[in-house]
């Protein structure tokens, strides 16, 4: 009698103890985005309301209009918006329109070799997000292998026209994920109970498998707006003094300590920023009403015509792909590009401060990252999902809108809070570089949250109640249940943290400091300093690391996933 | 012409999977018929050959005397239902039946008349303005066999189309596609794997098995008089006994058993079988001698109208269903002896 009445006691100290972990842990978190997320975004915007004297480089602290009216005045500024509105605008209907035919292609169709295309789509993840205009410039520029080599042509790829196509380029993957996921997960039965209601194969397509896909296309573009608007590297490299949101914000922070002007372009850029976050989180959870859970993978074979034109069309775009990479590789291995085809590795000998070990440097830091991220976004993943605390709605809201802030702006909000005259926190932590990981981390949060969440939602409740009636409090629950079954979404986060941290140039551009270089920062430098050979050295090495660490990662993954039971 | 579908020598192989196999079926104008077996005996493979879905790899399908293999779906004028609705989300209820009569060219003015006869037919008139997802699975249901009817189809095929439904509501529906069938006199082809669906539903039943006819029968011959032992498994619950039968007896490992109708088999290793309801119970102080055997009652089940009652003898398990209202008067419990009786005239003999 007295044992079981102190086992009630103790198992009731477990329950309010594990109540208070979760407020602690949750709590955290929350504290962190706020410090991270919330503080250096609303102080943009506070300074950019703020009135500043350009000679003296300093903000008044009185509150003002003046900043914007000034950029709506001056025409050139402007033009910067309208030119942003429009590289977006065309890059999202290309990239729509091309990934939708692609995905089409890999989810409809019995087309064969449909893995290897998948992957070839994937490519452009693995390179910094300049890789595109590099070989662009490198193939049309006005010394390119196509354009000066073969055509003798005056005309040349720089400007807008270049930046769209670099943008197409680089947010392909993004879409194509988006619209195969869409389209194999819509029921191919519809099509069939369309046919047998007599409608042909074409009438099909438009009136079922486009409505019904309708969402998830929506929500690609919104997707491919929102990274072509605030994407920095490419029309740095490619733009040649067609000026965009991204690039101004630039310009006016390093070329000539305008933070004035660069925190309101900055507010500028996350209005449509915001608006296509918004719009993208909004359809894809209109995309995911409209999944069936019945849906079927099977299709029917293919007519040999269909076939034929979604075999060619896809390796179009795949060879497409490949060259990009290929140029590149091949260019850190000739002498001069155009003039001297001579093997070499002298590119490979990087004349920047920090030399190779900039690679090194960013290969650590993404590893870090990785790791810290993965845990992070599935602890916060499970508190939000599985523990549901009374906090949970903010904390998921904090959780899902760095997505909707650009990394160029999450960057120079750091550097005025965290960086200041009287307060540098990576001083304060002995140059390490503290800001660049937080930054990564908070700007990658979105995807990572999400994902967590949809691998808490496939583990069924009952493996946490059954772990807590067995006498296991919320630590070894979450250690000895919880995580063990999340492997393999632990890993696929951990991944993409490692990506994003390897070839990101916007959210680290401005947090880069004397002690700490890294490798996708230097490739611009390179580039811009005319060493185009060994930005193209760095960009291969870049590539070659993600890969080889995917690989590694990949095998752990593979052995995981035999083991992992989820419902 | 009263053979109205025909599937002559139909094989289908995927790869090296061999799914249908050679089989032969004639569909009579009007007749309900059902395809049963459990999962991957190929019956939902023969269903969408002839939807037009898959084609044939070997065989024809014939229908009113012209070989259609090569007809597409949107030709055969077959309307489909199938087990995951596929009704299409982004468009109202109303408007998924006036689908296949826009397809089908009617004239504008009667789409909508069409649309509410048929609607009003299902009972889901006052939905029409809905969207799918906002109706319980069983009006999906309802919906898409308006939207396969709508268009006056000559064939109505049927993918399991109440597996994804609560029992009551199967039952209830099951009723309804009856009805709606026997009225309209429309020929159908249905799918199950669920043998009470099939034997309640159909005029005829096609078990299959390994992508292989086993029996083509009315629903009560199917029952009664099973011509495999796989059918007798299947199809309801059976108790075997294998064994050596010679001159009426059955040696097997634990008893002899009297039969006195074995189908012509005289002699031979084979398999008797014998319907839990068929077994009587013998009330104490009875005198039968033959088949009789003593076993130890080891479960009961209350099911309702009947209690299954489960017998050991040796290693031996023989389940019996008697009346719930004989239960109740004989005051069984678990655990203690009871002595059971075979009538010898309501075994099937199968060869081994």
């Avoid at chain 1, 590789?329 to 070990?357: A, D, E």
Wanted: net charge positive; proline share 4%; aromatic share 10%.
């Amino acid at each position: 009698m007295s044992t079981i009445s102190t086992n009630n006691l103790q198992s009731k100290k477990k329950i309010f103890e594990d109540k208070y972990i979760v407020y602690i842990v949750g709590g955290l978190i929350g504290i962190f985005l706020l410090i991270f997320l919330a503080l250096p975004v609303l102080n943009i915007i506070r300074l950019s309301l703020t009135e500043y004297l350009p000679k003296q480089h300093e903000f008044t602290g009185k509150i003002t209009l003046a900043n914007f009216i000034d950029y709506f005045k001056n025409p050139s500024m402007v033009q910067s918006l309208l030119n942003s509105l429009w590289i977006a605008i065309w890059s999202m209907l290309f990239t729509t329109v091309l990934a939708f035919i692609f995905a089409y292609g890999l989810t409809r169709t019995t087309i064969r070799w449909k893995k290897a295309l998948y992957y070839i789509a994937m490519v452009p993840l693995v390179a910094p997000s300049m890789l595109q205009a590099m070989a662009l410039i490198s193939l049309f520029g006005s010394n390119g292998l196509i354009t000066a080599g073969l055509l003798n042509t005056e005309w040349n790829i720089y400007g807008p026209n270049g930046i769209i196509i670099s943008e197409v380029l680089y947010c392909f993957p993004h879409a194509m994920v988006i619209l195969y996921t869409t389209l194999s997960a819509v029921d191919s039965r519809l099509d069939e109970a369309a046919a047998s209601l007599g409608a042909s194969g074409l009438s099909s397509f438009f009136k079922i498998t486009i409505p019904t896909a309708r969402y998830g296309i929506f929500s690609a573009a919104a997707l491919v707006f929102n990274l072509a608007i605030t994407d920095f590297g490419n029309p740095i490299i490619i733009g040649r003094g067609y000026k965009v949101l991204s690039t101004e914000i630039y310009l006016q922070v390093i070329g000539m300590q305008r933070f004035d002007l660069g925190t309101t372009v900055a507010v500028i850029l996350m209005v449509p920023s915001i608006l296509a976050f918004l719009l993208n989180y909004y359809f894809t959870k209109k995309s995911a009403s409209m999944i069936s859970s019945l849906a079927n993978p099977e299709i029917p074979p293919s007519r040999p015509a269909k076939k034929w034109i979604f075999t060619i069309y896809s390796w179009f775009i795949a060879f497409v792909l490949l060259s990009i990479v290929g140029v590149i590789v091949y260019k850190s291995f000739v002498k001069v590009w155009m003039y001297n085809w001579t093997p070499t590795l002298s590119h490979f000998n990087f004349r920047i401060p920090g030399g190779m070990g900039v690679l090194w440097t960013s290969l650590w830091i993404s590893l870090i990252v990785g790791f810290l991220g993965a845990f992070l976004t599935m602890l916060n993943g499970y508190i939000i999902e599985k523990k549901n605390p009374f906090f949970a709605q903010p904390l998921y809201l904090f959780s899902i809108i760095p997505a909707a802030i650009p990394g160029l702006v999450m960057g120079l909000g750091y550097i005025l809070i965290f960086n200041t005259r009287f307060m540098n926190l990576d001083d304060i932590l002995y140059g390490m570089p503290l800001l660049i990981i937080i930054n990564v981390l908070v700007s990658n949060f979105t995807l990572g949250t999400l994902s967590s969440i949809t691998n808490m939602k496939n583990i069924d409740n009952s493996m946490d109640e059954a772990a807590t009636s067995l006498g296991a409090g919320i630590t070894r629950t979450f250690m000895q249940v919880i995580f063990p079954l999340s492997k393999v979404s632990f890993m696929s986060n951990l991944i993409y943290y490692f990506m994003r941290s390897m070839v990101t140039v916007s959210a680290v551009i401005f947090l880069i400091s004397p002690d700490v270089h890294l490798a996708a920062v230097s490739v611009i430098n390179l580039e811009k300093d005319g060493k185009d050979g060994s930005s193209a050295a760095m960009s291969t090495l870049i590539m070659l690391v993600v890969i080889l660490v995917l690989i590694v990662f990949g095998f752990f993954t593979r052995k995981k996933k035999e083991m992992t039971v989820i419902e | 012409m009263s053979n109205n579908l025909i599937l002559k020598d139909i094989s289908k192989s995927f790869d090296k999977f061999q799914a249908v196999e050679k089989i032969n079926l004639e569909i009579k104008k009007g007749e309900f018929l059902t395809l049963l077996g459990p999962s991957g005996c190929g019956k939902t493979t023969t269903l969408r050959m002839v939807a037009g879905f898959e084609a044939p790899t070997s065989g024809e399908i014939i229908y009113n005397g012209k070989v259609i293999n090569d007809l597409t779906p949107q030709k055969r004028n077959f309307g489909i239902v199938f087990q995951s609705y596929a009704l299409f989300p982004h468009m109202k209820v109303s408007e998924n039946v006036a689908f296949g009569l826009k397809m089908h060219k009617y004239p504008k003015d009667k789409i909508e008349s069409r649309v509410d006869e048929f609607l009003d037919i299902v009972g889901l008139k006052k939905h029409k303005h809905k969207y799918p997802p906002e109706l319980s699975g069983g009006m999906q249901q309802r919906v898409a066999l308006a939207r396969a009817l709508a268009p006056s189809p000559e064939v109505l095929l049927l993918d399991e189309p109440l597996s994804a439904l609560d029992a009551k509501i199967r039952v209830k529906l099951r009723a309804e596609i009856k009805e709606l069938q026997t009225e309209l006199g429309i020929t159908t082809i249905y799918v199950t794997h669920d043998q009470e669906e099939a034997l309640s539903i159909s005029d005829r039943v096609v078990v299959m098995n390994h992508g292989r006819i086993e029996q083509i029968d009315k629903p009560v011959e199917i029952y009664k008089k099973p011509t495999s032992r796989y059918v007798a498994d299947f199809v309801g619950t059976s108790n075997f006994f294998e064994g050596e039968l010679n001159d009426g007896i059955l040696k097997t490992k634990n008893c002899n058993i009297t039969i006195n109708n074995t189908n012509g088999i005289i002699a031979g290793n084979v398999t008797a079988a014998i319907r839990p309801e068929q077994i009587e119970l013998i009330p104490e102080g009875a005198k039968i001698n033959e088949n009789v055997i003593e076993g130890k009652l080891i479960v009961i089940i209350y099911l309702g109208l009947i209690v299954r009652l489960i017998i050991r003898k040796n290693d031996h398990e023989i389940i019996i269903d008697i009346l719930e209202k004989n239960f109740t008067k004989l005051e069984l419990e678990r655990g203690q002896n009871i002595k059971i009786h075979f009538p010898p005239t309501d075994f099937l003999i199968f060869n081994n």
